[in-house]
């Protein structure tokens, strides 16, 4: 892999001409893949995507959830992506951005499961128009972007179904 040596940081700091792609090298050699906090998110996320695979399987909805089995294996591919490429921040940007997606499935999820109507619907409209934000404008640009930064080639071809799939659910 390829190390970030002094003077491409000082070219970065000396110039004051920040791009996309030096300020991502100084992240990739910052992050700790190996520490703790995110050891234990990654394996979190992953027993969590491996859980609701098994459960789909296991209930027969293979045919009928086969976009989700597809969605959960590419985000596994994202999480072993982050922890072996020269790409860690940009892939946890991405996994980080696409969860973020998410925020307003748990409230609407608890107030349909309580029966509070009122709250459901509120909470279903703030989730409608938070991931569509986030999935199709916020991922949309970062995946515009990370397009030609990622070292692999497989996450290359397989981020734009991704993204078209955010857009379909959105």
Same mark, same amino acid.
């Given at each position: /892999?390829?190390?970030?040596?002094?003077?491409?940081? !000082?070219?970065? #700091?000396?110039?004051?001409?920040?791009?996309?792609?030096?300020? +991502?090298? =100084?992240?990739?050699?910052?992050?700790?893949?190996? #520490?703790?906090?995110?050891?234990? +998110?990654?394996?979190?996320? $992953?027993?969590?995507?491996?859980? *609701? $695979? &098994? @459960?789909?399987?296991?209930?027969?909805?293979?045919?009928?959830?086969?976009?989700?089995?597809?969605?959960?294996?590419?985000? $596994?591919?994202?999480?072993?992506?982050?922890?072996?490429? @020269?790409?860690?921040?940009?892939?946890?940007?991405?996994? &980080?951005?696409?969860?973020?997606?998410?925020?307003?499935?748990?409230?609407?999820?608890?107030?349909?499961?309580? /029966? @509070?109507?009122?709250?459901? &619907?509120?909470?279903?409209? +703030?989730?409608? =128009?938070?991931?569509?934000?986030?999935?199709?404008?916020?991922?949309?640009?970062?995946?515009?972007?990370?397009?030609?930064?990622? *070292?692999?080639?497989?996450?290359?071809? !397989?981020?734009? /179904?991704?993204? $078209?799939?955010?857009?379909?659910?959105?």
């Amino acid at each position: /892999s390829e190390q970030l040596n002094q003077s491409d940081t !000082l070219n970065i #700091s000396v110039n004051n001409e920040y791009s996309y792609y030096d300020l +991502l090298k =100084v992240y990739n050699h910052m992050c700790n893949v190996n #520490s703790p906090i995110f050891m234990s +998110l990654k394996t979190m996320s $992953i027993c969590y995507f491996m859980y *609701d $695979i &098994y @459960n789909i399987i296991s209930h027969n909805l293979i045919y009928k959830k086969r976009l989700y089995i597809y969605h959960h294996i590419v985000t $596994i591919l994202i999480h072993y992506y982050a922890y072996t490429s @020269n790409n860690t921040y940009e892939y946890v940007w991405i996994f &980080y951005y696409g969860e973020l997606s998410n925020l307003f499935t748990y409230p609407t999820y608890h107030f349909l499961k309580t /029966s @509070n109507k009122t709250a459901a &619907y509120v909470s279903a409209l +703030l989730q409608s =128009v938070w991931f569509v934000f986030y999935r199709v404008f916020v991922f949309g640009s970062i995946f515009f972007q990370l397009q030609f930064t990622l *070292d692999s080639i497989l996450m290359r071809l !397989l981020l734009p /179904s991704i993204y $078209i799939m955010g857009a379909m659910w959105a």
